[in-house]
């Protein structure tokens, strides 16, 4: 991973030179020079002048491009990480998401400078980071295209130079349009001024376009023989130059990723056999000579014309006659007129020209309509050229570069300093170099540049090219006056942007014409070839009687040169200016004057001076206060603009509030100017982050509001507790007043019939006797929705019938022979009809209700119980001779029910109790009293169980009491204990005022008997305080509230209040509320 190992590639990158040279100490060329060589001498190839980026051409691979150099300048500012191409793409893109602005990004240089590869990389980084994880397939295939377009456009565009192995012959404007998410949505490329020249001509050391040579080596199988492809060297088009082969490049590898690439742009098969038909006619009509006699010229080859007529589509004999006669219009009518076999071979050139410049269309695949999409452009076009012998084509590229390099001191230079001046704002003006008086030599209309001077040449004269060349090299005395033009014999000499250049003006008459016999068109129209009618439309073709003068070819490069200026206006321009370290391509060679001579003419040192001086951000002030007003408290609450105000005002609230001094903004006449990129940072940061303060702020008020709702919760739980204490306590009056008026309880009744049977006959459990233990009936709640399985599981006759008792118990299970008896688990429901006995049991794993047994209500006429405290029952039915013997927690309670609905009358006590185990099966079971044991054991047929309270003893409030009157905050009989007998067996007085609580050994003593001291006895000592009353708890427990205590069996709690069911108390120092029924 390189991020990860070593020094940070970042640190590496920064630790040479300046970063950004408007910070240099010196304001010279040789400083800047300096600097770039120190850098690039370290490795360094990118620097910046504010938002300008400088780009060294490396001529070596450097480990600073990829995937995840890429991730490290996502969403990061520009003063973060150290100069990048990446950060050029990452500005424009975040720019245009931002802002919902068009960008572009101007790549410029000289020929040989890196400007390809700058843009392949702007390409690959938009490709990377635009789009989203949810994006669709559409949007993947657009991010494949927009990469695959490169190998076929430098195929048919790029060519070996004198200066440059991979040099751009054409200017290359790609189009990316995004929706305002800043997905891909489409595209388009746009291309500008191909050298077409040099299809049919090259300079020495020079090659073709790298299609044909690609073509020569790649085809294979019926293409090479159907196209008649042979090696380069057979062609007279690929050995002008005499080179046909590069260092470094394979052109069989370019050739195969070329054909690649004409399958993910959308070439069909039949299209690119189509386009490679072309490529070889083209290449086979180079071949195609003349012989001259008397004046006069002729096809010399009649096989390579019929090949040629054979791969066009075009009879042999119409095609012979385009090429060796041209029909001429004159006042008389239609004239043929010979040529000689030089006109000829230069007439050849003109259509191999056009039709290759008609192959270079790349756009089927991105066609793309713009409509209310967001877009970023990038321009790649070939740099400044100076040869020895430059002509029409250097003339024609260089004008382009001085119209770029307009551009560039437009928007860097004279349009700042203008906006300064506009807007009020304090400004020193810089001087600079205007080129508009180069473009105006080049391309004006009064006086007449040199292109209207050239076009007005080819109007006017006919004949002979000499001729042509003389009257152009006359006729450019009309531009003597610009002191940027000199007029040198049959040459005249520019002064450039870049410096001087000589241009010969032999032949430019004969290039500027670019214009096609209406001989060869109408070959065209007959042509078998419908991909070659395709390519020249019938708009396209010379109108029969027409005196329209055809366009040249400086007219057609002035259009698009004007073209593509406007394109480049409507979008906020980035810019990447890109340097030729030498001339050799020599990876570790600075040539400081080349460099130096690169500084000058790109002026660089005036962009220093002027980024230094001005504002790195402006806008208008709706914009700054739309984007800005969540920065200050008085133009926004709660993520909403609340300013009223004027926006000049709002602007200034916004500044005001901002953490930098009034010296880092101005305020123009319509614009807010923010002098530094850390100043805009600085509010990009603030504005980013006021969401977060912003759900900082939210999350502290909703716990603030969680807190306050709890506080508030516990007040009103505390205040609902005690109007519920105060309601149970006066309904336990009422019920206290009542119960003493009628002595009942919940299924009092079925209590009191009940208990008779039982009393005196068996002992009774504590729990029982401490309290008026209510009987509920339905211990399962056996009509909730939880327990829908188990009312299934009894049946379709159990909806009928009334539920009586539910209760959990446990059934004497008999497995079988030599198995020992067992007690089995049973959820026992007794309804109005019938006793139900289900166990719950597992069926492959899944637990499952099953009726184990059901017995009608009406036969289960007696039971028989143990005199002991067990919770064993045996359930007899005689009839059946069947009984089950059943251990229930609520067995008196079941008893009871059994009585009053059943026909159970029949009670029977004993230690050894028989039964029917089965039908005329008989079991015994026996219980035997053993201390040792807390809870009852049953094992083999017997029940041990320790002792319990005493058969006698009763609950006291089934003794019959009289009516007694109970105020609030208390309840018992009249003071003096009056009120009736102890409660049960524990003695002591009755609840209430007649005494503390305790009282007298079990059974107490005789009602009207003389006190005694003590507890239970008469009034304390006078001079001792009267003991509060204590209690000791019988069982365990748990508080659910914080206000109650916790309880161990055994602990004695002091008691402060006796209320209710709920009392008062003090345990080991605590005070809290605990269950009456507990102790």
């Known amino acids: 991973n390189f991020l990860n190992e070593g020094p940070a590639w970042k640190d590496v990158m920064s630790q040479s030179g300046l970063d950004d040279m408007t910070l240099l100490s010196k304001l010279t060329n040789e400083q800047i020079m300096q600097n770039l060589k120190e850098r690039f001498d370290n490795g360094i190839i990118y620097t910046n002048i504010g938002e300008v980026l400088i780009s060294m051409n490396p001529y070596q691979w450097l480990q600073i491009f990829g995937p995840e150099i890429i991730q490290s300048y996502v969403g990061k500012a520009r003063i973060e990480l150290p100069p990048h191409i990446y950060g050029v793409a990452e500005q424009a893109y975040r720019t245009m998401v931002n802002e919902r602005e068009n960008q572009c990004i101007l790549i410029t240089g000289e020929s040989g400078a890196g400007k390809t590869e700058a843009a392949k990389k702007v390409m690959e980084y938009i490709s990377e980071v635009s789009g989203s994880a949810s994006s669709s397939a559409k949007l993947d295939h657009i991010k494949k295209i927009i990469l695959g377009t490169n190998p076929l456009l430098e195929a048919f565009g790029n060519a070996k130079t004198l200066r440059n192995n991979n040099s751009s012959r ?45 073509f020569c080596v790649g085809a294979q199988g019926s293409e090479r023989q159907d196209f008649g492809v042979h090696e380069a060297t057979s062609f007279d088009y690929l050995v002008k130059g005499n080179t046909t082969t590069v260092d470094g490049m394979d052109d069989m590898k370019e050739y195969q990723e070329m054909r690649e690439a004409m399958g993910v742009i959308g070439l069909s098969p039949e299209e690119q056999q189509d ?33 040629v007529s054979s791969l066009l589509g075009i009879p042999a004999s119409f095609l012979k006659t385009a090429l060796e006669i041209r029909e001429m219009e004159t006042k008389h009518g239609m004239a043929e007129e010979q040529h000689t076999k030089y006109l000829l071979i230069t007439s050849r050139h003109v259509p191999q020209e056009m039709l290759f410049q008609k192959l270079f269309t790349i756009n089927k695949a991105l066609d793309f309509q713009a409509g209310n999409t967001l877009s970023i452009g990038v321009l790649d076009i070939y740099g400044f050229e100076v040869f020895k012998k430059n002509v029409f084509e250097q003339f024609c590229i260089n004008y382009v570069n001085e119209k770029l390099q307009q551009i560039f001191i437009e928007f860097t230079l004279r349009l700042e300093q203008e906006e300064y001046v506009k807007e009020g704002i304090a400004w020193t003006p810089i001087e600079f170099f205007n080129n508009k008086i180069v473009c105006d030599l080049i391309e004006a209309k009064r006086p007449p540049g040199i292109f209207l001077v050239l076009d007005d040449v080819c109007k006017s004269v006919h004949g002979v090219a000499k001729g042509a060349d003389k009257a152009f090299g006359d006729r450019l005395s009309s531009c ?26 032999e032949g430019m008459p ?93 002026g660089l040192l005036d962009n220093i001076k002027v980024k230094r001086a001005g504002f790195a951000y402006r806008t208008v002030y709706k914009k700054f206060l739309d984007r800005y007003f969540l920065l200050s408290p008085q133009t926004s609450y709660a993520a909403k603009m609340i300013w009223k105000g004027d926006v000049l005002s709002g602007c200034k609230a916004i500044l005001a509030d901002c953490p930098f001094g009034s010296d880092q903004y101005q305020i123009g006449k319509t614009k807010v100017f923010i002098r530094t990129p850390e100043s805009l940072f600085a509010l990009e940061d603030l504005r980013v982050n006021y969401y977060h303060n912003m759900v900082s702020k939210i999350k502290f008020a909703f716990r603030t509001w969680k807190n ?193 609905r059943g026909s159970l009358s029949q009670f029977e006590f004993g230690d050894k109790l028989p039964y029917f185990k089965k039908k005329k099966s008989k079991n015994k079971i026996t219980f035997i009293r053993d201390d040792m044991v807390q809870d009852a054991l049953y094992k083999k047929d017997k029940v041990r169980i320790n002792g319990g309270l005493p058969a006698s003893s009763q609950p006291a409030s089934f003794q019959k009491t009289g009516f007694k009157f109970i105020g609030v905050g208390g309840g018992g009989g009249p003071r003096g204990g009056r009120g009736g007998p102890p409660r049960g067996g524990r003695g002591g007085a009755p609840r209430g005022r007649g005494g503390p609580r305790g009282g007298a050994p079990r059974g107490g003593p005789p009602r009207g008997g003389p006190p005694t001291r003590g507890r239970g006895g008469g009034p304390p000592p006078v001079a001792a305080p009267p003991p509060k009353p204590k209690c000791r708890a019988l069982y365990p427990y748990d508080p659910v509230e914080p206000d109650e205590l916790r309880l161990q069996e055994g602990d004695v709690i002091e008691i402060t209040e006796e209320d209710g069911d709920w009392w008062k108390g003090v345990l080991n120092g605590a005070e809290g509320l605990f269950p009456a029924n507990y102790v």
Request: charge should be positive; proline fraction near 4%.
């Open 170 to 214: 054409f200017g290359k404007y790609f189009e990316i349009h995004f929706n305002q998410e800043g997905e891909p949505l489409g595209g388009r490329i746009i291309n500008y001024l191909l050298e077409k020249s040099r299809v049919v001509t090259q300079l020495e050391g020079e090659r073709n376009f790298h299609i044909f040579y690609q």
């Open 480 to 505: 003597a006056s610009n002191p940027h033009f000199k007029l040198r014999g049959n040459a005249f000499c520019v002064k450039h942007y870049a410096g001087d250049v000589t241009y010969e003006c």
């Open 708 to 900: 306050h709702k709890h506080e508030c919760s516990t007040r009103i739980k505390n205040a609902f507790k005690a109007y519920k204490i105060f309601q149970q306590q006066c309904a336990t009056i009422i019920q206290k007043c009542y119960k003493d008026y009628k002595n009942v309880a919940p299924y009092s009744d079925l209590r009191m019939k009940i208990e008779p049977n039982i009393v005196n006959k068996k002992e009774r459990n504590r729990l029982s006797i401490a309290s008026v233990r209510k009987f509920y009936g339905d211990y399962l709640n056996i009509m909730s929705g939880p327990r829908a399985n188990l009312r299934n599981a009894m049946g379709p006759t159990f909806g009928q019938e009334k539920v009586i008792f539910t209760s959990k118990s446990m059934m004497v299970h008999h497995p079988g022979l030599l198995k020992a008896n067992k007690l089995s688990p049973r959820f026992l429901v007794l309804t109005d009809a019938a006793l139900y006995l289900v166990s719950l049991q597992k069926k492959k794993g899944v637990p499952e209700y099953k009726l184990d047994k059901r017995f009608i209500i009406s036969s289960i006429t007696g039971c028989a119980l143990s005199p002991y405290r067990d919770n064993f029952v045996i359930l007899k039915m005689p009839l059946d001779f069947l009984d089950v013997v059943l251990e229930v927690e609520f067995k008196t309670e079941l008893l009871g029910w059994l009585k009053e």
């Open 275 to 307: 386009i490679f038909r072309l490529v070889a006619a083209i290449l086979w009509i180079g071949n195609i000579d003349f012989t001259e006699a008397s004046e006069r010229a002729s096809v010399a080859d009649m096989a390579v014309l019929e090949f």
């Open 510 to 602: 004969e290039k500027n014409k670019d214009t096609m016999a209406k001989d060869l068109f109408n070959c065209i129209e007959i042509s078998t070839n419908k991909y070659l009618q395709t390519l020249f439309p019938q708009s396209e073709r010379p109108v029969a009687g027409s005196k329209k003068a055809p366009t040249t070819s400086g007219f057609k490069i002035r259009t698009a040169a004007n073209e593509l200026v406007s394109t480049l206006s409507k979008a906020t321009p980035h810019y990447c200016r890109c340097l030729k370290p030498n001339d050799e391509k020599r990876y570790d060679m600075f040539d400081g004057p080349r460099v130096l001579h690169q500084i000058r003419y790109l």
